[in-house]
């Protein structure tokens, strides 16, 4: 008993806990709400105004029963996946996203916009404070990527690839973690934020740079998804690991803080 | 097993986001919760700085008609077939000076034209050249009593189920110096799709606040008692008045 109270360390503080929660809370609402806003106008052009010039993506019914998605011009059959879905009661019918992973779960786009706006305050304050905590604490250092972390990159994808036999050395997180947390919280979800504020007609007209930066109003749109991409990519292989890593472990230290290295 | 307990957990966690959510959108509290921080957008954003503006090369030559087509009661009819020449725009509620405005005499008020971008709420966007008579010019002419608080612009079509299209700005959106009372779009007067004779354009905000088919406006202090009581058609189904985000 002794010796397993010595083998835990207390690793992540109330804080980081918190917020890791609340962000995992906020991604799956922003992301079903973002698909349900989505769903009312599926398309993302590489444009200023809508242009179909420049469409990258389009999902859409050509005809009943069948669900299309065109990338870049070229059109796959996506039928029960992509533009021909459930409706969330029970029947199918032409709608990009269906009604089970949008939020709310049925076509609703003032009640997607609801969920979206007030959990994106939620999202954006929770960022904030862990942010503001983490670096008085000096525990942003940890979880940086530095240029000495650099060379370390590929040494430590090949240990995972059991190309290699022991990891480099490291502190507290490996180097793939520090690019994928530096990367996701630093890179990735203040591009999300920006996005969406340059979509705004109110934030254009008060900093319209912001959305000339992006290309203009449906490019932000078409980055706010392509960020959204990345999101969820980070979000599965993050999700795999923590299964596949030691899920007890793991999430003892994400509630409690305690982790057995 | 790992993997498929993965993939069945990944699933079944966003599935259950949707039916969980539609739930949930049906509670009250819920709601008032969620439709808090339109208050914090509304401060925070606001009606502040100029929508941008484009060149001619710009416009969208057939600008997209969303929402409603044309009024279909009998009263516009008549107005469309004898071509608006009895239409009066009443401006009336708390002003100094109730008037009612035909068509030639708000073209020979002073005109501003504007290019800008209209942003559906619905994601898409489309360019479009817009003359017509800046509000707050309208408003001077009339005079705003000092109990105003709301312009709200009642519309001459309704929904199918008799509930009539109305908008609302307060007195800072409606000073905007783009807010528009549109009679023209791309060089030409409106047609009956895009708002025939008179519409409103507010390029700061989203574009169901930019009413089409306008027939009498309204300045009041309270928008509480009108209708649905949230100060707009769309309000009232949900959406919400402050439209800049």
Redo the contacts between chains.
Sequence with gaps: MKELETAVVYRYGLLTRLSHWVWFVAFLVLVGSGLQIFNASPNLDASDKSDPARRVLAIGSPAAGVGTTTIFGHTFVTTNWLGWTGDGMGSRGPRAFGASIIIPGYQDLSGGRRWHLFFAWIAALCWLAWLVSSAVKGNLQQMILRRSDLSKLWPMQAYYLKLRKAPPPYDVYNPLQKAAYTTVLFVIAPLVVLTGLALSPGIDAIASPLTVAFGGRQFARLWHFAGMLVLIAFFAIHTFQVLTQGFANQMRSMITGWYRP | M??R??IA??LS???G??????A??QNASV?R??????R??HAL????????EYDDR?V?ANF?VNGFAAPSDARYGELLAEKFAGYRLVVDGAVERPNAFSLAQLSTMPQRTQIT?H?????????GKWSGVALSHLLDRVGVRPGARYVLFRCMDNDGSGNLYYESLDLHQARHPQALLALRLNDAPLDPDHGAPLRLKV????GYKSAKWIGRIELVGSFANIYGGRGGY?ED????WY???
Aim: net charge neutral.
């Design positions: 790992k993997r307990l993965f957990s990944g966690t966003l599935a986001c949707g039916s969980v959510t539609a949930m959108n709601q919760v969620l439709a808090s921080v339109e914090l957008n954003i606001g009606t502040r700085g100029l929508a941008r710009d969208d997209r971008r942003d559906c709420v619905e994601g898409w966007s489309a360019i390029p700061t905000q989203l769309w189904q949900g959406y919400e439209a800049g985000i």
